[in-house]
């Protein structure tokens, strides 16, 4: 997978953990390694087990089997409060009875005195937050109040950070700044992060890698960019954004990696897929709105390439354009494209639509 | 509102407090006579104060109450907290029940059953008898009180002060105590109001020396009633009044 879980020993390491409510598996044999100063983000819809995972890597709860290690410590079995790690909550947990400085310092009750106050006065001064220290934590701000987690969360200098929706409670336009400051001060600290988000922007902004989780597993393990272009199967495709999944008919391995698949209104060429699937298997043809590049069609005059296809809506979205496209056996494409085109293929006009191979992957139909 | 909802909301308030506001209008009743208006004094008041028996009896009263509501609130807020931490254990259907039961249970059979254990293990009867009895029946209301405040207490509150290394003790002196605070204090103020109004229970398992303030009373009314027990019935019946509005403020704190 990714060269930093080979580079050193990996900081965390997962092996087959289950967790089973009732008799349904919410987390099911995950297997996961983190490298030191990571950030890992677990994306995946509510309920796939993201959540349950991050509780059972925190302590709150125990798996039914397999370990947990920290470094050269098995941590299976221990509860909450002997391990050396933080979590941040996505409620943030803040108790509603105790200032915020007594919030930050909370952790730090072993500590003497003096350092205990230097301690929480470095925590707040990081997160802004010096001249608040005697407020209660209702009266803050959403963003007030996750800094106010986000410190006493490191105040014991963990090495791993859990954070549970980090983002989801703040507003938009907050979120991206909180989004960047997180991602500093995690270089800065050089801390592992572990951050569970349903929110694949939130996950391509933070993350170093991520592993997207379905029902209990995890499905695909990789950066971003890599999940984005190359996903593994239709679920993963379209948890990271939109794409178009055009069925056809695995057709045979062309030169470079590539592989033909037929289509109702062709022929085109995509990625070879990873799954193991052979000739004539239904497949779909994975690729992004902003990949399809779209031509005027020439029918008539001979050298036309891509699959012709029909302008059926067009919507302009301010930093693109939105097109619909209908193929010859009405099944519908969208292409995204720069809005300086904005007059070219209005609703109604024939083009071709291309995207070059490696854009495009192979998957299971 | 119309007048029609005003006067049914007139009659319903009269209907329930009509009785005691006349109660306590006689007690400031200048005349011996309870149902002739004599003028207005406070010399039943005075009179309470120098009756020996009646301040006996109310300080018994005030002991058991605060025993018993001490005893109450802490079997109560541990019961809540079994009920409510510690999932679906397999007794816990017959837990609950035997928890609020004596809350419906008539006193009558409650008393009872009190005071013949008492009888068959040789307990004597007193002081001790009655916070036992008292905190047997108010348990059930503490724990339905200090239940209700911890469902609604974020759980994420006790597991991030574990996360941060507190073990359950800690956890529990400082996250989940100071939370549950209000609920505990309306606990025990609902457990003692129920301990100085009860009769009925005390008349079974009381015993020499040891008559409460309502057993005083109504041995007294017996005998016929005069404005002292009215007096002295005002004064019970404010206590009461203000530890529930004490209680019923606590509960709606958040």
Known sequence: MAATTEASAPLLRLAGVTKRFGGAAAVDAVDLALAENEVFCLLGPSGCGKSTLLRLIAGFEQPDAGTIRLGTQDLTGLPAHRRPINMMFQSYALFPHMSVSRNVAYGLADRPRAERAARVADLLRMVRLEDFADRRPDTLSGGQRQRVALARALAREPRLLLLDEPLTALDRALREETQSELRALQRRLRTSFIVVTHDPEEAMRLADRVGVMAQGRIVQVGATAELYDRPASRYVAGLLGDVNLIPGRLGPGEPGGLRAVEIASGSLRARSPAADLSEGDAVVVAVRPERVALGPDQAGEGATVGIPATVAERVFLGDRIARTLHLGDGSAVRASGPPEGADAFPAGARVRLRFAAEAATILPA | ?254
């Open chain 2, 1 to 254: 509102m119309s007048l029609f909802l005003r006067a049914v909301l007139g009659l319903g308030l009269a209907f329930l407090y009509a009785p005691i506001l006349v109660l306590a209008a006689y007690s400031f009743n200048a005349s011996r006579l309870v149902t002739v208006w004599g003028g207005f004094s406070t010399r039943w008041y005075a009179a309470l104060l120098a009756d020996g028996p009646l301040v006996a009896a109310a300080w018994v009263s005030l002991r058991v109450a605060l025993a018993s509501g001490a005893v109450a609130t802490v079997l109560g807020t541990l019961a809540a907290l079994a009920l409510a931490r510690h999932g679906r254990f397999r007794s816990r259907p017959l837990l609950v029940g035997l928890v609020f039961a004596p809350m419906v249970m008539p006193e009558v059979i409650v008393g009872l059953s009190l005071l013949l254990l008492f009888v068959g293990i040789g307990l004597d009867r007193g002081v001790g008898t009655l916070v036992i009895a008292h905190a047997t029946f108010c348990t059930g209301f503490v724990a339905v009180v200090v239940g209700a405040r911890l469902r609604g207490l974020d759980r994420s509150l006790e597991e991030a002060a574990a996360d941060l290394g507190a073990g359950p003790v800690r956890v529990f002196a400082t996250v989940t105590l100071p939370l549950l605070g209000p609920a505990v204090l309306a606990g025990f103020l609902l457990a003692f109001t129920l301990s100085l109004d009860d009769l009925v229970i005390a008349s079974f398992v009381s015993g020499p020396g040891a008559t409460t303030l309502p057993m005083r009373l109504y041995s007294q009314v017996r005998l016929g009633v005069n404005p002292e027990i009215n007096a002295a019935s005002t004064l019970l019946v404010l206590a009461v009044t203000l530890a529930v509005l004490g209680a019923s403020h606590l509960s709606a704190r958040r």
